[in-house]
């Protein structure tokens, strides 16, 4: 693998065609990044204010109806070592309703899937069709949607 053969292309058999290298995989620039912090401001077991963490819990590129976003959520603790909330990591709610876990699509966009199989009765072609009038995705992705994610 990755030698070049000896053989010329009329040397090789018929049927032989040169390497195509493998496609890139397309860049997704977003429109928009939004870092959310919890809702929470106080601590749950004593009361006192909470403070974020140094770092991101998750950053995450999600694909919604709208637009393509940059969504990532920073954590907050309590500030007291000894209180048992110093040990939870509180999220933000409004970012985990975004899109689901391990997805990079937004609730919005499964909905869509979900009306247009559901109540309009749509093929995978007229799903991919309206989907990809709204942004690129691929007939084979958007019918995986449908399939497993929905």
């Known amino acids: ?3 070049e053969s000896p053989l010329k292309l009329s040397q090789r058999e ?14 997704l ?3 928009a990044r939004i870092i959310y912090h919890p ?3 106080t601590c ?6 909470l403070v974020g963490w140094n770092s991101l819990a998750w950053d995450k590129t999600v694909q919604t109806l709208d637009g393509l976003l940059s969504i990532a ?4 603790h309590c500030p007291h070592a000894t209180c048992p909330g110093s040990r939870l990591r509180l ?22 899937i979900g009306w247009l199989r559901q109540h309009q009765r749509a093929t995978y072609r007229e799903i991919h069709t309206d989907l990809a009038s709204r942004f690129p ?11 497993h994610l929905y």
């Open 137 to 147: 995705i691929s007939e084979s992705h958007g019918r995986y949607l449908s399939q």
């Open 39 to 41: 809702e929470l401001l």
């Open 14 to 27: 018929p049927d032989a065609r040169e390497e195509v290298p493998m496609r890139t995989p397309k860049r």
């Open 73 to 76: 959520t920073r954590p907050g």
């Open 1 to 3: 693998m990755g030698k």
């Open 91 to 112: 999220h933000s709610a409004a970012a985990q309703r975004m899109a689901p876990l391990g997805s990079t699509y937004g609730y919005d966009v499964l909905v869509r």
């Open 44 to 49: 749950l077991h004593c009361g006192d204010l």
């Open 29 to 31: 620039y977003a429109e």
